[in-house]
């Protein structure tokens, strides 16, 4: 039962362009939602944060948008750069608690260029 | 400062052979974790430490033991290895229970 799901495996842009990574939720308690990048061969790492009280968080080229009545939400990168190729996981808890964190299979996002 | 550093970075085992993950952070955070990743599903939880000397169930805590050894070390054991727990496997530290998570860089685990 995958609570969270991220259901492009893949996205493939042009440096500069605008990334958008999306993210579906099921479970209507969850209230805390980041965002993590994974290098190969490397753990991942945290990116961005947003907590249900708000509908927006930036920080640089990254922005969070969380539509809790869909329960989506959506990182935008903004230029893309080459860099940014990695994949990047959704995740979601209920009260900060990361003991019951769900995490998205994550999607892989290649910058070309 | 490393961070999180886990050990070994591949392991082969045949099935039923037992082997220790190691797993040590120097942020001085109170809470670890352990997590598995396979192909085509997010990290699942297994077993997680909220502070030195206390351990608990994850959602995936079947075929594996842990061990908080001290406050920087977390240990996971897979007593008896089956093939299902082929997988890589990340560490992860956190100042609380709240705070965000820093993981290690994995383990990737073979069972034959």
């Known amino acids: 039962d995958q609570q969270v799901k991220q259901n492009s495996p893949s996205l493939s842009v042009q440096e500069g362009r605008i990334s958008i990574l999306n993210c579906d939720y099921t479970n209507s308690m969850f209230d805390y939602f980041l965002w993590y990048k994974k290098y190969p061969a490397e753990g991942p790492t945290f990116l961005i944060s947003i907590s249900s009280i708000k509908d927006k968080n930036e920080d640089g080229r990254f922005t969070v948008f969380l539509n809790k009545s869909a329960k989506h939400l959506s990182l935008h990168i903004v230029p893309s750069q080459p860099g940014d190729s990695a994949v990047y996981f959704c995740a979601a808890s209920t009260m900060y608690n990361n003991n019951d964190m769900r995490f998205g299979a994550g999607t892989r996002l290649t910058v070309k260029p | 400062n490393a961070g999180v550093t886990q050990t070994p970075k591949f392991q082969v085992l045949k099935t039923g052979q037992s082997m220790t993950l190691q797993c040590a952070q120097d942020m001085n955070h109170n809470s670890m974790y352990w997590y598995r990743q396979d192909p085509g599903m997010g990290l699942r939880l297994i077993y997680y430490s909220a502070s030195e000397g206390t351990t608990d169930k994850g959602e995936v805590p079947n075929g594996y033991n842990v061990s908080r050894l001290n406050k920087r070390e977390f240990s996971l054991r897979l007593e008896s290895a089956a093939p299902s727990q082929t997988s890589v496997y990340f560490c992860?530290?956190?100042?609380?229970?709240?705070?965000?998570?820093?993981f290690g860089p994995g383990t990737r685990l073979t069972v034959l």
């Open positions: 992860a530290s956190s100042e609380s229970l709240a705070g965000v998570q820093f």
